[in-house]
């Protein structure tokens, strides 16, 4: 039985091989073809180089932005309380009752209402259907929508 099971194992992987080894560049929609020796053109099944677009927004220029967030009266320098003002509001959110300390409850309030939330049958138990309403819902990756550099260099930057 091993022995069926470890040349099953080396036929997939010899398969795989193969596979890999015959399958065309993933850089080959990108590369000048060498009959010709010049780019093919647009629109004749090959797609050009993309260009990525530039941002005019330097990291000094980022960092700058950031350093005024934080410097709430403009002198030029960031004090301790500058600097923790945005966690003692996260904190005072946190606070339900203001009286400057959190319980369990107050720390945890946003799970127990997710809790509360997906336990549809309210036994306190989450069968594995609730239990996956509690998954994080996250925004799906948008596509880039770069043009060749062809397009790109005759547009209109007008609005």
Do not use: H
């Not at 003692?88 to 939330?117: C, M, N, P, Q, V």
């Not at 880039?144 to 550099?149: E, G, Q, T």
Request: hydrophobic share 40%; with cysteine.
């Amino acid at each position: 039985m091993q022995r069926w099971v470890a040349l099953g194992v080396m036929a997939v992987l010899l398969a795989g091989g193969i596979y890999l080894f015959t399958r065309p560049s993933p850089n080959a929609a990108f590369a000048e073809p060498a009959a010709a020796g010049r780019p093919i053109a647009p629109g004749q099944g090959e797609a050009p180089p993309l260009v990525a677009p530039v941002s005019d927004v330097s990291p000094a220029t980022k960092e700058a932005r950031r350093f005024n967030r934080y410097d709430k009266d403009r002198d030029g320098e960031i004090t301790r309380d500058e600097y923790l003002l945005s966690r003692r509001k996260a904190y005072a959110r946190l606070d339900l009752d203001g009286d400057g300390k959190l319980s369990f409850d107050e720390y945890s309030a946003k799970a127990i209402k997710k809790f509360a939330t997906a336990d549809a049958s309210r036994d306190t138990k989450l069968t594995p259907v609730e239990f996956a309403t509690t998954a994080a819902t996250r925004r799906p990756r948008t596509a880039a929508n770069c043009l060749p550099a062809e397009r790109d260099a005759g547009r209109d930057d007008e609005g």
